[in-house]
């Protein structure tokens, strides 16, 4: 492999770049509870999907429901913490220092992002771009959203690398044809081993040197 020529890194939000999953949990879960009680988890049952797929698929009806929940989740979001996942934040200055291209890609939408951009400031000059659900058209696992994130960043395919922890993420980044690695923040890493290059705990002694080997 050839370390000199350009690597891009494409990160998840969302229980990858910071520590929300098990906040969005809880409210999904009382969403669960009081609307879905076929369908156990319910938190769990819908990580990685857009706000758009889980209305279309669960929240069709009532008349008024959508807005009722997007009221709740916007004053959720509000009040939320936005905790970097152990590590990320020099693995990223890491991956600065030896030129790698970063994007945030993420499920979440651009009201969302405003919220964690008031809570770290810092995120926008960590990163050299982030890509939305407001900037595609087809949510995870369909990878529209990376193969965006690659061409907003000008690499190639096969010098991407993702970083993921949801099945769709997951799916999302192999079916753009780049290598993934999951971070094992939401689901057991027994669970996604065979849907990632890598699983990592988190980026606590994770290097620019062990996520280059991916692409050997």
Not at 15 to 38: I, M, N
């Amino acid at each position: 492999m050839n370390t000199n020529q350009p690597i891009a890194a494409l990160f998840d939000f969302d229980g990858v770049v910071v520590d929300t999953e098990p906040q969005y949990s809880l409210f999904w879960d009382e969403k669960g509870e009081k609307y879905h009680l076929e369908i156990p988890e319910f938190g769990h049952h819908i990580k990685g999907q857009t706000l758009t797929q889980i209305y279309s698929q669960y929240f069709l009806h009532p008349e008024g429901l959508q807005s009722e929940i997007t009221r709740e989740l916007l004053d959720f979001e509000t009040r939320m913490s936005f905790e970097f996942i152990p590590g990320v934040v020099d693995f990223m200055k890491e991956l600065r220092r030896k030129g790698v291209k970063i994007a945030i890609v993420t499920s979440s939408n651009d009201q969302k992002m405003a919220n964690a951009h008031r809570a770290l400031p810092e995120l926008k000059s960590m990163v050299d771009a982030i890509i939305t659900a407001d900037k595609v058209t087809h949510s995870k696992p369909h990878p529209e959203c990376f193969l965006l994130g690659a061409e907003t960043l000008q690499m190639p395919i096969d010098r991407c690398i993702v970083f993921e922890d949801s099945f769709h993420g997951l799916e999302s980044g192999n079916r753009a044809g780049m290598k993934v690695i999951g971070l094992a923040t939401t689901n057991p890493a027994s669970s996604i081993a065979d849907k990632a290059s890598l699983v990592i705990p988190d980026f606590v002694d994770f290097t620019y040197e062990k996520m280059v080997t991916v692409l050997e």
